[in-house]
């Protein structure tokens, strides 16, 4: 059955009203730094609004630039003493694939969990391992302290049933299950547990991911019936791959099951907005758009692409969020804009310069786009 079927009229009717339906050709032979692709909100987002965001560590891009404009987001109010993390190193949150999102949302709303939550922690040596957070199997807690950061993790997904706003990213679907538990993991097991038989490889289909996603999204609903959604699908590359595929071939078979996946469930669900930061990324000049392991996108880019999201959903003109203001300023220095870059620089002069020391390589960026005497750095406080 198709997803989509219109009448001829409709369709030409689209077509002309549609500005981006035909590529984008280069522009004096430069590939484009990143492409401002239409998006067409099915709601707005206010100032006062609370945000859950969950996903593979692009979500973590997506937390950073909430939170400097001020929104509340609940997975940053987990007790860092908790997670056994320093300030607001919010990576071991990190969920890569749909499954492992699901896990937590049974354990916070008791919805017929796979295994009991206790059951996701794993002895390993003297500690204990959590195969659903992102950590590092040299630094495994005794099993009180696992047990209590599992529980805060978890806890924090009860906040969707009182957020306004989820935005959900999907990352991977190259995966592990635990076949004592029946679990699937969020990532890798340590190699000293890898030498055991408790553990299988295991990829994902795109009916996997979509039971899983539309059980993540009935779920949602169910006890948010006001909820807004946005779903994304990560650019950030799979690191590394334990089939005979090129990682390259196998990274292209996990971002096309998603990307379909969430093609579907827009159909299926039609209050939730698909954001095309995937494809704003991956279709963008990779000297800009990645980082030199050519896995991670640059901080440059995620900057711009969220700034836009922003400016496409809030209800308010974004310059009003004062707090945002050294983001404004870095997507301005991103296009290149100069006068718009100086012209912010001079008006949130403390924001933008707290920006300009920690991002040596920013202030290059700008001097070169405005002149190094055009603006004079206040000392440092």
């Known amino acids: 059955m198709p997803l989509e079927a219109y009448p001829i009229r409709e369709a030409l009717r689209r077509a002309s009203r549609n500005r981006q339906n035909l590529p984008q050709p280069r522009e004096g032979g430069a ?57 607001k190193d919010t990576g071991a949150l990190n969920k890569y694939t749909p499954p492992s999102i699901t896990n937590e949302i ?162 299926e669900f039609p209050r939730i907005d698909y954001y095309p930061s995937y494809e704003r990324i991956m279709y963008a000049d990779r000297r800009t758009a990645f980082e030199q392991d050519e896995v991670h996108v640059t901080a440059s880019i995620v900057n711009h692409t969220m700034v836009s999201m922003l400016e496409a959903y809030l209800d308010t003109d974004i310059t009003e969020f004062t707090e945002g203001a050294g983001r404004l300023w870095w997507k301005a220095v991103f296009e290149r804009d100069g006068e718009k870059a100086l012209a912010l620089y001079r008006a949130h002069t403390k924001r933008v310069q707290k920006r300009l020391r920690k991002f040596p390589a920013l202030k290059a960026e700008f001097d070169m786009l405005v002149g190094g005497d055009s603006y004079e750095m206040e000392p440092a406080e």
């Open 31 to 87: 590939v484009a730094k990143t492409h401002d692709l239409l998006c067409n909100p099915s709601f707005k987002i206010s100032k006062a609004a609370h945000i859950f965001t969950v996903g593979s560590c692009f979500a973590r891009h997506v937390e950073a630039a909430l939170g400097e404009f001020g929104f509340t987001l609940p997975a940053l109010k987990i007790p860092a003493e908790a997670l056994g993390l320093v300030g």
């Open 106 to 267: 049974r354990w916070a709303f008791e919805d017929s969990p796979v295994a009991p939550i206790e059951r996701a922690l794993i002895p390993f040596g003297d500690g204990y391992w959590d195969g659903q957070l992102h950590v590092r199997a040299h630094e495994l807690p005794d099993y009180e302290t696992a047990l209590k950061r599992r529980l805060a993790v978890n806890a924090a997904y009860r906040a969707l049933a009182t957020c306004d706003v989820a935005i959900i990213t999907f990352g991977l679907v190259e995966t592990w299950r635990d076949l004592e538990t029946g679990l699937y993991l969020n990532e890798t097991p340590p190699r000293g547990l890898m030498r055991s038989d408790r553990f299988e490889l295991v990829l994902l289909s795109f009916q996997d991911c979509l039971d899983e996603a539309r059980y993540t999204l009935n779920k949602l609903f169910e006890i948010n019936a006001d909820a807004n959604v946005i779903v994304t699908v990560s650019p950030v590359s799979l690191g590394a791959t334990f089939s005979s595929d090129p990682l390259i071939v196998r990274n292209s078979y996990s971002k096309s099951v998603l990307r379909a996946m969430v093609e579907h469930l827009r159909q």
